[in-house]
């Protein structure tokens, strides 16, 4: 499996910015997540949607701002992001699995695929 993120960029706050990612070899059997860090900051979870529930899940700090999707028939997950705020700011990884378990979705050792990462920048 292999991942490149794109679609970084700056934007100011309370914008918006969509995140892609090209997931070669994405089946319904993988789980996809995107994980974030900052400066200086250690990495840590955003989103993700397992591949047997299919339904989403998300940092506390970004629900009802941030959506997670997948288009498997293009191999693309997707992270939409709106009402952006400076502490966004980081650089986002897109990540992958086929055997994490729903209990360890949020953390970024249960995924064996990584991006290369795309920085986003929210200015104030």
């Not at 706050?13 to 974030?36: D, E, H, N, P, Q």
């Not at 591949?51 to 997950?77: A, C, E, Q």
């Not at 729903?102 to 990462?117: E, V």
């Amino acid at each position: 499996v292999q991942l490149q993120a794109s679609g970084g960029g700056l934007v100011q706050t309370g914008g918006s910015l969509r995140v892609s990612c090209a997931v070669s070899g994405l089946t319904s059997s993988t789980s996809i997540a995107w994980f974030r860090q900052a400066p200086g900051k250690e990495r840590e979870f955003v989103a993700a949607i397992h591949r047997s529930s299919g339904r989403p899940s998300y940092l506390d700090s970004v629900k009802g701002r941030f959506t997670i999707s997948r288009d498997n028939s293009r191999s693309m997950v997707f992270l939409q992001m709106n009402s952006l705020k400076p502490d966004d700011t980081a650089v986002y990884f897109c990540a992958a699995s086929r055997t994490v378990i729903l209990s360890a979705l949020r953390l970024s050792d249960s995924y064996a695929y990584w991006g290369q990462g795309t920085l986003v920048t929210v200015s104030s």
